[in-house]
């Protein structure tokens, strides 16, 4: 391709590279090595064409990732296993992927450059999840990374290659003047020179621009996948992570050493100027609180690691709750708060109880659940099932902290404390959707004259799946209450309608 430029060149290496991937999907015992280019050859290539402007070759480079690359991270089936992307490679063809889908405009090249991306995760989270939670992170906390940052990271893998990958030859490195070169090679040496250098200036223009909030949203799923892949126990136990880390040396590669990032991620994402990112971040932080619940802090005798975390989950939380707040943000931050209340509410385990954290965290949540408040919720523009949503989703989070009570009364005492002054009206909150479901039951839809407490009749189908949904759970609930003074409470005079 020396002897070409701009789009005639770019077009010849997608070749290329469809070419090698033709070659390597041969048995091994055929594949004709004269022709076939070297490893790192092609793996320069992919990285090369996934910075390109040339759609085609850009297409190209992540149909070949996905053979090269996955293969690298030991989830690949072809069995050339020599053509595998090292990791110092593979952790700048991540790189090259997340920067190309910020600028990818075609809906389908789009689309095969997750895919790929959720493949190489899957294959390398298990192995790397610290290098994944690092690329991903930066991404979505809008850091910029300079190339040479990102081989210096991987400078000792480059090292055990050979020093193959990273870098050309030069013909002339001392710097002397070449003896009897031809006058039409070194015009072809300027023009390429000039154009490597107008590449260069453009690509500057764009080189600290923030990535787009598609690409920082679908990259903080990316994080909630990792969480996923990292099923290891010693991920989520300080402990044994500490332990593994003397045994084998090094800076550990377990989740829970860098839980601080973790949820510093999910807090810039549940906190974002953009409102569509927020939810994503808020199920990201419960997805953290679910994995790291029982997580106790070794350092600090009757604490949880979580604790560490208490002020930016507070933080999360209190805009959730807002009047201003989007319905698919409150209803995540219910089952957040709830989540996390049960996990700080507990003495077993030796655990101490905060009662002042848990009535602040209690009352975003308590304030909202009355009748009045539960029917002043509403959204004009959205559809009416919006608000069935978040008063299901809310009335289902206050249920869930109820029946844990009642399922161990010594142990989550201060919570059982905190929750008696509105059990009246939660009682009459919960006898109602259970009323609603009961009645959207029967024949799907609810008897004529019929007065829904949670939902409005043009929209009983679109609300039938969030009362399902919460219903068990506000049952359980309700049931732990009978034969108790909040019970009766109300009922005399009509107040409580339960």
Known sequence: LDGRSGGAAEALLAEELRFERLLLSLPSGTLPSAVAASPPAIHEAVLRGLASRH?????????????????????????????????????????????LMDGEVDREALDAAKRVTLSLLH???????????????????EVVRSEAELRGSNRGD???????EGGGWDQNASGLPTVGGD????????????EAQLE????????????????????????????????????????LAREET???????????????????????????????????????????????????????????????????????????FGPEADPS??????????????????????????????????????????????AAISYPALSDAAATMVRTTSLRAAAALQAAAAREPEARAEL??????????????????LRDHAALSIAGRAAKGYVPHLYVQGAATASREHLEHAAPLVFEAALSMVATPEWVAGRGGGGGGG
């Open 55 to 99: 759609p085609g070759l850009r297409a190209a480079a992540v149909e070949a990732l996905r053979e090269f690359g996955v293969a690298g991270a030991g989830g690949g089936a072809t069995g050339h296993t020599g053509y595998a992307m090292p990791p110092s490679t593979l952790g700048r063809a991540a790189v090259a992927l997340l920067s």
């Open 123 to 141: 294959a390398d989270g298990g192995q790397r999840p610290i290098f994944w939670l690092r690329t991903l992170g930066d991404v979505v906390q």
């Open 246 to 320: 003397e045994r084998q040396g090094g800076s550990g590669e377990r989740l829970v050493l860098h839980l601080g990032r973790l949820v510093s991620v999910a807090f810039t994402v549940a906190t974002s100027r953009i409102e569509a990112m927020r939810p994503a971040g808020v199920l990201m932080l419960l997805d953290v609180v679910e994995r790291f619940a029982a997580a106790p802090d070794p350092d600090y005798e009757g604490h949880l690691l979580l604790e560490q975390s208490h002020a930016q989950l507070g933080a999360a939380l209190r805009p959730c």
């Open 183 to 194: 006058d039409e090679d070194e015009e072809e040496d300027r023009k390429r020179q000039k």
């Open 329 to 374: 943000l409150t209803a995540s931050g219910a089952a957040l708060l709830s989540r996390y209340l049960l996990a700080i509410s507990t003495t077993s385990g030796g655990i101490q109880v905060d009662p002042a954290a848990i009535r602040k965290l209690l009352a975003l949540l308590t304030k909202r659940l009355t009748p009045a408040a539960l």
């Open 158 to 164: 480059d090292e055990e290659a050979g020093g193959e």
């Open 416 to 433: 059982c404390k905190q929750m008696q002054p509105s059990l009246v009206d939660l009682r009459s909150c919960w006898m109602g959707l």
């Open 200 to 239: 260069a200036e453009e690509n500057a223009k764009w080189a600290h621009v923030a990535p787009r909030w598609q690409t920082r949203l679908y990259a903080a799923e990316c994080v909630r996948r990792l969480l996923d892949v990292a099923d290891h126990s010693a991920h989520y136990d300080l402990t």
